[in-house]
C-alpha cells in the first residue's frame, strides 16, 4: 500500500507543469530584493535603513498638523533631484501651484525633476495605479508622493461602520501597488491631537494602528517648542505657562522593518530648508559594532 501510494504521489508531480510548493531557501530566490536601494540624503536615516529605500516600499510621514511634513517630503524631493532621481507628487491638500511656490521659495525652478497628474486627481487608487504607471514609463518617477491618505477615503456612509479598518484596507492596498509598480511610496498620515504633555509616538497616528502594521518604515514629524514662565496677571504668586515654537524640527525614524534601528535628528528650518542641527540615537537593535558605527557618523552643527 505504501509503495502504491508513493508511486501515485509522483505520477501526480509529474503530471503537473508548475509546482505549487518546494522548500523555502529554493521559493526565497524567487523573491530576492532588488539590490538597487535610494538614499534619502540624511545621514543617519540612510545608513539605519541600510543605504536608503528600496522599491516596493511604504513609507510613512505623520505627525501633528502644520508641523512640516509636507516640507519634510519636499526636502527629500530636492535631494532626489540633485542625484537625478525623478519623482511624481500627488498633492491633494494644497494644489500643485502653491506646492510650486514652496518650492521656489526653497530655491528650486523648472528643472526640478519632479512631476504631478495633468488632470484633475481623483481620490482612488487605481487613479493613482495608473498615473503611477505612466509617470514612470515616460519620466521615470521611481518615488511617489501622496499628500494625505485622508483624501483617498470615501466621504459616503459605506466607510462609517469601521473607519479604522478601511485605512487600513487602503493603506494595505498602497503597499500592494508599491511591490506591483516597483516603485517607492512615501504617505502622509496625520495624528490624532496631541496635547500639551502627551509624547508623539506610533500610536499617535490616526484613525488606525494597520497605518503603522502595514508600513516599511515610519517617520515622525515635530516642531519643537520653547517653554517659558511669566507671572499672571492676577497674582506675583501665580505662574502661567505659555509656549513659543522655535525654528527647529524633530525627525524621527520610529518604525523600522529592515534593521530595527530607530533614531532622529534635529533640523533647523531656514526658507522651508531643514538644516542638520542635532543628531541622535533613541533605539537601536542591531549589533553593537554597528551601533558603534552610527554614533562615528552623527555630526553636530551647532
Same mark, same amino acid.
Given at each position: ?38 538614499? +534619502? ?125 478601511? +485605512? ?49 518604515? +515610519? ?84
Amino acid at each position: 500500500m505504501r509503495e502504491f501510494l508513493t508511486s501515485l504521489i509522483k505520477q501526480l508531480k509529474e503530471m503537473r507543469v508548475f509546482h505549487r510548493v518546494g522548500k523555502l531557501f529554493d521559493v526565497a530566490n524567487e523573491y530576492k530584493p532588488n539590490q538597487i536601494f535610494f538614499p +534619502v540624503g540624511i545621514d543617519i536615516f540612510d545608513h539605519a535603513m541600510d543605504g536608503g529605500v528600496r522599491e516596493g516600499e511604504l513609507i510613512i510621514v505623520s505627525g501633528p498638523t502644520g508641523q512640516g511634513k509636507t516640507t519634510f517630503l519636499q526636502n527629500l524631493t530636492v535631494n532626489y533631484h540633485k542625484l537625478e532621481v525623478p519623482t511624481i507628487w500627488f498633492t491633494y491638500e494644497m494644489d500643485p501651484w502653491y506646492l510650486k511656490e514652496k518650492f521656489v521659495d526653497m530655491g528650486q525652478d523648472k528643472h526640478l525633476l519632479t512631476y504631478a497628474p495633468t488632470d484633475d486627481l481623483e481620490g482612488k487608487l487605481q487613479f493613482i495605479e495608473d498615473r503611477i504607471i505612466e509617470g514612470n514609463e515616460d519620466y521615470l518617477t521611481k518615488i511617489v508622493f501622496i499628500d494625505h491618505l485622508h483624501y483617498l477615503i470615501p466621504l459616503d456612509n459605506s466607510m462609517s461602520s469601521n473607519v479604522s479598518l478601511a +485605512v487600513g484596507g487602503i493603506v494595505r492596498e498602497l503597499k500592494r501597488m508599491a511591490i506591483r509598480t516597483k516603485s517607492i511610496i512615501f504617505l502622509v498620515a496625520h495624528t490624532k491631537k496631541i496635547y500639551q504633555d502627551e509624547k508623539l509616538d506610533l500610536s499617535s497616528i490616526r484613525d488606525s494602528s494597520l497605518i503603522v502594521q502595514e508600513a516599511d518604515y +515610519v517617520f515622525l514629524v515635530e516642531r519643537l517648542k520653547k517653554e517659558e514662565k511669566k507671572q499672571g496677571r492676577l497674582s506675583e504668586a501665580l505662574e502661567a505657562e505659555t509656549t513659543h515654537w522655535t525654528n527647529n524640527s524633530k525627525i524621527e525614524l520610529a518604525k523600522n522593518r529592515r534593521t530595527g534601528m530607530m533614531v532622529y535628528r534635529v533640523f533647523e528650518v531656514i526658507n522651508n530648508r531643514f538644516i542638520y542641527e542635532n543628531t541622535g540615537t533613541i533605539k537601536k537593535l542591531s549589533k553593537p559594532k554597528r551601533e558603534d558605527k552610527v554614533h562615528s557618523s552623527s555630526k553636530e552643527r551647532r
